[in-house]
């Protein structure tokens, strides 16, 4: 199947910047959608920022301007570049993919095992 590794979280101050890593590894055909996804204490998960194949972008209202995802096609990886991080930021980060196998064909959804983000002074 595909494994996701997630790196680059940890503790920042407000306003200071992080960035995460997802790379994707496996037996992978293609990758379609790749994103990130939060969750923090007590609510549930959101999205964050999602990049699709053709290179467009969305992003969630509240990290419009300040986040900024990406991917390397050549590495199977998406970052997600997060500046002027504030202390509702804090969350554990996933990294999400949608990709095809050489065993699994269908187009499957796969979960990183998540990253703490806190932003505290």
């Known amino acids: 199947q595909v494994q996701l590794v997630e790196s680059g979280g940890g503790l920042v101050q407000p306003g200071g910047s992080l960035r995460l890593s997802c790379a994707a590894s496996?037996?992978?055909?293609?990758?379609?959608?790749m994103g990130w996804y939060r969750q923090a204490p007590g609510k549930q998960r959101e999205l964050v920022a999602a990049?699709?194949?053709?290179?467009?972008?969305n992003y969630a209202d509240s990290v419009k301007g300040r986040f900024t995802i990406s991917r390397d096609n050549a590495k199977n990886t998406v970052y997600l570049q997060m500046n002027s991080l504030k202390p509702e930021d804090t969350a554990v980060y996933y990294c999400?993919?949608?990709?095809?196998?050489?065993?699994?064909?269908?187009?499957?959804?796969?979960w990183g095992q998540g990253t703490q983000v806190t932003v505290s002074s």
């Open positions: 999400n993919v949608e990709a095809r196998t050489r065993t699994n064909l269908r187009l499957t959804t796969y």
């Open positions: 990049i699709f194949s053709a290179g467009s972008t």
């Open positions: 496996g037996s992978i055909i293609s990758i379609n959608t």
